[in-house]
């Protein structure tokens, strides 16, 4: 009975000795296996790398102001009788705004021009018997000052009546209406503001060093969060005769379109002044670009070794970079890469270095210098 025990015990082991060698073997086949594994090559976009020109630009930031901006007000102390205009709505120069009341002028007005009248009167009548020599020298004149008197308070009654009909100084925008109807109005007191919006100023300041390269009738490119993906040209229009003595900034003040309205008087806008002077760069698309916290990078696609002519395949070398300007969907490389260099475009965050790559361009997206909304 125990050698029977003996005998099945000493069977159960090797059957275990057995069956661990087979895992073994199958595990060590699995391992040589993977070790073998080579992973399919992954697709990719690719651009070369190409010297181009970028104009050069100096960089501010600008405010925005109405060629022409006033808050109208009111000359004389009169009650509003009537509202001629809406709030933020358009107007040309001259339409009336409002009417103040003019009641009481308006009844001066027949007693001055009847006192005008009879001054005219006496005046013909002394003319006549200063050449009879019935009157002297100085009763004519007397007479002459009175016509010019009451001449004069006829046109004071009459621009005090035309001036508590306020109209609009030039043609604009309004703002916001801040009086009401029947409110007495001081001199001085608001009516509303009135800005000319087409074409509109870009003012801003530029360090003192940078004013030789600066000069009248430059091109200027704005931005702002108010446009997005939008960018407006204008041209360099006026500069000041001197330099801020706090912060020896020259001020310059460039003109702008504004047909589309959306450039408003206080906005601050990014500006961009274009200057003769080209620089060469490397260029190439920002989505090509690896950013990282320890260095930005690009992938370069290069043949494999041992392969003729890239019939073999291509791999990847990860190549880090320092990155210039910024235009469009392009960035600037200042050092890292060579004009003719091939690397991909698209899809960089999935790739590492050494990886085996095919190149397939037919999903390609467009890059452009200057990209358009509707593009993006």
Same mark, same amino acid.
């Given at each position: 009975m125990r050698k029977r025990i003996i005998f099945t015990l000493i069977g159960l082991v090797i059957l275990i000795a057995i069956l661990g060698a087979i895992k073994a073997m199958q595990i060590g086949a699995m391992n040589e296996q993977g070790k073998k594994f080579v992973p399919p090559p992954e697709t990719v976009t690719s651009v070369a790398v190409e010297a181009d020109s970028w104009e050069t630009s100096l960089s501010a930031v600008g405010t925005? #102001?109405?060629?022409?901006?006033?808050?109208?007000? @009111? $000359?004389?102390?009169? /009650?509003?009788? /009537?509202?001629?205009?809406? @709030?933020?709505?358009?107007?040309?120069?001259?339409?009336? =705004?409002?009417?103040?009341?003019?009641?009481?002028?308006?009844?001066?007005?027949?007693?001055?021009?009847?006192? @005008?009248?009879?001054?005219?009167? #006496?005046? +013909?009548?002394?003319?006549?018997? &200063? @050449?009879?020599?019935?009157?002297?020298?100085? *009763?004519?004149?007397?007479?002459?000052? #009175?016509?010019?008197?009451? !001449?004069?308070?006829? $046109? #004071?009654?009459?621009?005090?009546?035309?001036?508590?009909?306020?109209?609009? %100084?030039?043609?604009? !925008? =309004?703002?916001?209406?801040?009086?009401?109807?029947?409110?007495?109005?001081? $001199?001085?007191? %608001?009516?509303?503001?009135?800005?000319?919006? +087409?074409?509109?100023?870009? *003012? &801003?300041? =530029?360090p003192q060093q940078q004013f030789p390269l600066v000069s009248l009738g430059l091109p200027v490119r704005v931005t702002g969060d108010a446009m997005p993906g939008v960018t407006i040209e204008g041209r360099i229009t006026a500069m000041n005769p001197q330099v801020d003595i706090e912060t020896r900034n020259i001020k310059i003040q460039a003109t702008v379109a504004n047909s589309t309205g959306k450039l408003r008087p206080g906005m601050f806008v990014n500006v961009a002044v274009g200057l003769p002077i080209r620089q060469k760069v490397l260029a190439i698309p920002a989505t090509a670009i690896l950013y990282a916290p320890y260095g930005d990078s690009v992938f370069v696609i290069e043949a494999q070794r041992g392969a003729k002519d890239g019939k073999g395949g291509s791999t990847l070398r990860q190549q880090f970079v320092r990155l210039g300007e910024k235009r469009g969907d392009f960035v600037a490389v200042t050092s890292g890469l060579k004009d003719g260099e091939t690397i991909v475009s698209t899809g960089v965050f999935k790739l590492h270095n050494g990886q085996s790559v095919v190149i397939d361009n037919k999903l390609a997206p467009s890059f452009q210098k200057q990209p358009r909304p509707e593009n993006n």
């Open positions: 925005l #102001n109405a060629v022409q901006g006033v808050t109208v007000g @009111a $000359e004389f102390v009169g /009650k509003v009788v /009537k509202i001629a205009f809406e @709030a933020g709505t358009s107007v040309k120069k001259g339409d009336i =705004l409002l009417r103040q009341d003019t009641s009481s002028e308006e009844a001066q007005l027949p007693g001055a021009m009847a006192q @005008a009248d009879l001054s005219r009167t #006496n005046f +013909d009548r002394a003319e006549q018997l &200063f @050449a009879k020599g019935i009157i002297a020298r100085a *009763d004519l004149d007397n007479v002459v000052a #009175n016509v010019a008197q009451a !001449q004069a308070q006829v $046109e #004071n009654i009459r621009a005090a009546i035309a001036k508590k009909t306020i109209r609009a %100084p030039f043609s604009g !925008q =309004l703002g916001i209406r801040q009086i009401n109807l029947g409110q007495i109005l001081r $001199e001085g007191d %608001p009516i509303v503001t009135l800005q000319s919006l +087409d074409p509109i100023y870009v *003012d &801003f300041n =530029l």
